[in-house]
Antibody, heavy 124, light 109 residues
Framework: QVQLQESGPGLVKPSETLSLTCTVS????????WSWIRQPAGKGLEWIGR???????NYNPSLKSRVTMSVDTSKNQFSLKLSSVTAADTAVYYC??????????????????WGQGTMVTVSS | SSELTQDPAVSVALGQTVRITCQGD??????ASWYQQKPGQAPLLVIY???NRPSGIPDRFSGSSSGNTASLTITGAQAEDEADYYC????????????FGGGTKLTVL
C-alpha cells in the first residue's frame, strides 16, 4: 500500500527557508495531486498547497508569496519550500495524497493517504 | 465565503449517536470529507464523497449533506471514537484552494 514519509530539518532559523521532502513508497506518484498541510500545536489544519505530477501547482493564497513546490517523479518525491519563515510557521507539516471527482452536480476532494508528519520549529 | 465552520466541542454518551456538523458556502457544491485525528497521530480519512468510507472505517461512521451544511454521524459511539474531527472541501470560488474546518473535539462520556 502507498505510504508517505516527510523528511527535512526540524529546526529552521527565522527569515530562512524551510525545506521538506515527501517520499512516496508502495506505489507511483503519477496521476495524483500531492499536498502539504500543516498544523500548529493545539490548532487546526491548514492547507499549504498542492502539486500535480505534471508540475502544475495551486497554493493557499495566504502563503502563496512564500511557497514553492516541486516534484521529482524519477525519485517518487515531491518537495516544499517556504521562505522567510517566522515563529508563526512552527508546526507539524504533513504531506498527503489528494483524491477528488466531479459529476455534473457535485464534487468532492479528500486526502486519503497522509504521512506521519514532521515537526518543524522556527527559532534562532 | 471559503470558510468552513465547526462546533469546537461535542460530547456523547457511550453507545449513543452523535452528529458533528460543518457549515460553509462551498458545501453547496462540494461534499465535505471528514477526518479523525487522535493525539500525536496524522488525520485519518473516515468519510468522503456523498457518503463513502475508506476500507477499514467502521460502518457506524456516516456522512450527509443539506444545503451549506455537512454532517458526520457516529451511530453507537465507542470510546475509541474520542478524537478531533475535521471537515474539508474545495473552495468553490474557482481559486482551487482547499479549506478545512476548525475541528470538533469529540468526548465520549
Amino acid at each position: 500500500q502507498v505510504q508517505l514519509q516527510e523528511s527535512g530539518p526540524g529546526l529552521v532559523k527565522p527569515s530562512e527557508t524551510l525545506s521538506l521532502t515527501c517520499t512516496v513508497s508502495g506505489g507511483s506518484i503519477s496521476s495524483y495531486y500531492w499536498s502539504w498541510i500543516r498544523q500548529p500545536a493545539g490548532k487546526g489544519l491548514e492547507w499549504i498547497g498542492r502539486i500535480y505530477t505534471s508540475g502544475r501547482t495551486n497554493y493557499n493564497p495566504s502563503l502563496k508569496s512564500r511557497v514553492t513546490m516541486s516534484v521529482d517523479t524519477s525519485k517518487n518525491q515531491f518537495s516544499l519550500k517556504l521562505s522567510s519563515v517566522t515563529a508563526a510557521d512552527t508546526a507539524v507539516y504533513y504531506c498527503a495524497r489528494g483524491i477528488g471527482y466531479c459529476t455534473s452536480t457535485s464534487c468532492y476532494y479528500a486526502f486519503d493517504i497522509w504521512g506521519q508528519g514532521t515537526m518543524v520549529t522556527v527559532s534562532s | 465565503s471559503s470558510e468552513l465552520t465547526q462546533d469546537p466541542a461535542v460530547s456523547v454518551a457511550l453507545g449513543q449517536t452523535v452528529r458533528i456538523t460543518c457549515q460553509g458556502d462551498s458545501l453547496r457544491n462540494y461534499y465535505a470529507s471528514w477526518y479523525q485525528q487522535k493525539p500525536g497521530q496524522a488525520p485519518l480519512l473516515v468519510i468522503y464523497d456523498k457518503n463513502n468510507r475508506p476500507s477499514g472505517i467502521p460502518d457506524r461512521f456516516s456522512g450527509s449533506s443539506s444545503g451549506n451544511t455537512a454532517s458526520l454521524t457516529i451511530t453507537g459511539a465507542q470510546a475509541e471514537d474520542e478524537a478531533d474531527y475535521y471537515c474539508n472541501s474545495r473552495d468553490s470560488s474557482g481559486n482551487h484552494r482547499v479549506v478545512f474546518g476548525g475541528g470538533t473535539k469529540l468526548t465520549v462520556l
